[in-house]
């Protein structure tokens, strides 16, 4: 079993900042990538940024410049930097990972969700 341990989540005041982190605890050989998404009460899953095993990384547009996304490979581990938080940034953000499995295989998992709230 692999799991996704996610912490750093929390309640801060628009222009704020957080920093969420997500440790892959199990039988990995490797990361493919690892993302982080969110989504919003009626809303539909979004993704916020990613990280690719060839270090290409992604953002969505309202996040870029605002966001930033690295990873300890040797740790299995990606961090989310959220700097000057929009209450709109509201939501459970969800850490995902397409993992190479140590005895072989592709295994997406996704994390518990931690809830980041920004007041007005």
């Known amino acids: 079993q692999v799991q996704l341990v996610e912490s750093g989540g929390g309640l801060v005041q628009a222009g704020g900042s957080l920093r969420l982190s997500c440790v892959a605890h199990?039988?990995?050989?490797?990361?493919?990538?690892m993302g982080w998404y969110r989504q919003a009460p009626g809303k539909q899953r979004e993704l916020v940024a990613s990280?690719?095993?060839?270090?290409?990384?992604t953002y969505t547009d309202s996040v870029k410049g605002r966001f930033t996304i690295s990873g300890d490979n040797a740790k299995n581990t990606v961090f989310l930097q959220m700097n000057s938080l929009k209450p709109e940034d509201t939501a459970v953000y969800y850490c995902?990972?397409?993992?190479?499995?140590?005895?072989?295989?592709?295994?997406?998992?996704w994390g518990q969700g931690t809830l980041v709230t920004v007041s007005s």
């Open positions: 199990g039988y990995i050989s490797s990361n493919k990538h």
């Open positions: 990280i690719s095993s060839d270090h290409s990384l």
């Open positions: 995902n990972a397409l993992v190479v499995r140590l005895f072989g295989g592709l295994l997406e998992v």
